[in-house]
């Protein structure tokens, strides 16, 4: 896991002082690495570019923010996107339709028309999306979303490619499926398959590529030659200060030397969303009440499930420290915990951390990736603040919440007035 500077005890983050931002816009905050964001996209961009031509389609679902978005739009980033909403807001980013893919499930025939005027290729997920889709825009540039029978992730509930998904076309209709959208006359571009999200070993990705590269022949071998495949996401980060980075030269080595070698395809395409966001935000969090519960100590903070739901949802570790007594010694251990009314409301459990104190602030690490775009108003608690680092500036990138926002879009019937 990659730390950050310590200065005198204090944490910076992006050559500003974490105390500084704290501060100056409030806490809960989350705090956007602009250099770390365009160093991990670089990172895997280049990693596969040396082999193949590469195409990156950011995860989008990872983390929306206008700001970063404009970044990875600067860096020559297309977008995975997996609602017309996320569509929209990466257009509002300035992407050209050219540089979406859509990859939905379940959605519904208004998404599907609404996604296609907009003129963004439609990644299908189900023989009943194409022929739906056939009926609404013929002829649309497509890919298909294949179940490849191989699953990896950091919790069952972000494995996406086992045997019986939901998500994809199951293996042993691929092959007809793609002669059936050639009868409908759709323009077939690739295949794709995603098999979970924060898997940390190469073997899963090597085993869902031969499963891909299979298919590949087999519809070449009924005439369809396809533009690109599309290894999805799921590249891991670590979250353990003790924790190694998944190898991603060896991934896209690997990777790329199967496709150059069992197929004519010459495009790769990635969808990483934790990769490029997670280590370059942190969440910043006063602490507002420390307590001695006899069996336990809890570290009483402004942020809980509600600004940060990894932690409850996933059970996911995530690093702690004291932005403000960085890297001092440790003298006993807490749970940081929110203020949402629940006891499952934590960030982490049985931490060591120096002697916390009331206004105090802890740095939550790895936040940016499913932190902001996953936080909620439950316990009525507005959408905290973002803001973006780069050299030492810090630049509010969104405004906190207010409490009336939570009330704009209900109706109280006039019998009750
Ligand atoms: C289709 C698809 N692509 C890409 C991703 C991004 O995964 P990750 O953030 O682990 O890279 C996801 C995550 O759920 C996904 O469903």
Redesign the pocket.
């Known amino acids: 896991m990659r730390d950050f500077e310590n200065r005198g005890g204090t944490m910076y983050i992006g050559g500003a002082s974490a105390v500084d931002i704290a501060n100056e816009f409030g806490t809960p905050v989350y705090v956007i690495d602009e250099a770390r964001v365009r160093e991990n996209y670089r990172n895997v961009y280049n990693a596969f570019s040396r082999f193949m031509d590469t195409r990156i389609?950011y995860?989008c679902?990872?983390n929306t923010n206008l700001a970063l978005l404009r970044i990875l739009e600067q860096e020559g980033s297309g977008i995975?996107a997996?609602s017309i909403g996320e569509v929209r807001t990466c257009l509002r980013a300035g992407f050209t339709p050219d540089r979406i893919m859509y990859?939905g499930v379940n959605v519904s025939d208004r998404e599907l028309r609404e996604v296609a005027e907009l003129g963004v290729m439609i990644?299908l997920d189900s023989g009943s999306e194409m022929e739906r889709l056939a009926r609404i825009a013929p002829g649309h540039p497509v890919s298909f979303?294949i179940t490849p029978g191989v699953g990896s992730?950091h919790s069952d509930k972000?494995i996406?490619g086992s045997k019986g998904s939901k998500?994809g076309i199951p293996l042993d209709r691929v092959v007809e499926t793609y002669a059936r959208a050639r009868d409908l006359g759709f323009d077939i571009r690739g295949i794709?398959a995603?098999i979970?999200?924060?898997?940390q070993t190469v073997e899963p990705f090597m085993d869902m590529m031969e499963v891909l590269i299979d298919l590949v022949n087999r519809i070449r071998d009924i005439g369809i030659e396809l533009e690109f495949i599309d290894m999805?996401?799921?590249?891991?980060v670590p979250y353990r200060p003790q924790e190694q980075e998944m190898e991603v030269e060896e991934l896209a080595m690997n990777l790329t030397d199967m496709i150059m070698e069992e197929t004519d395809i010459r495009t790769i395409v990635l969808?990483?969303?934790?990769?490029?966001v997670?280590d370059a935000v942190v969440l910043l969090t006063g602490v507002n009440d420390v307590k001695d519960a006899g069996t336990k100590r809890y570290v009483g903070c402004d942020a809980g499930f509600n600004t940060l739901i990894r932690p409850a949802m996933y059970d996911s570790y995530h690093h702690v420290a004291l932005a403000n007594k960085f890297g001092k010694a440790c003298t006993a251990k807490y749970d940081v915990v929110g203020p949402i009314c629940e006891s499952g409301d934590y960030l982490a459990h049985d931490r060591v951390l120096p002697d916390p104190e009331e206004g105090d602030i802890v740095a939550v690490y790895n936040a940016g990736?499913?932190g902001f775009s996953m936080s909620s108003n439950y316990n009525s608690r507005p959408l905290c603040r973002e803001v973006l680092v780069n050299e030492g500036k810090a630049e509010l990138v969104r405004e906190a919440e207010e409490i009336e926002e939570l009330w704009r879009h209900q109706i109280i019937p006039e019998r009750l007035a």
């Open positions: 389609h995860a679902k990872a995975d997996v990859t990644n979303r992730g972000v996406t998500f794709h995603h979970g999200s924060g898997g999805g996401g799921g590249i891991g969808e990483p969303g934790r990769y490029i997670c990736a499913y």
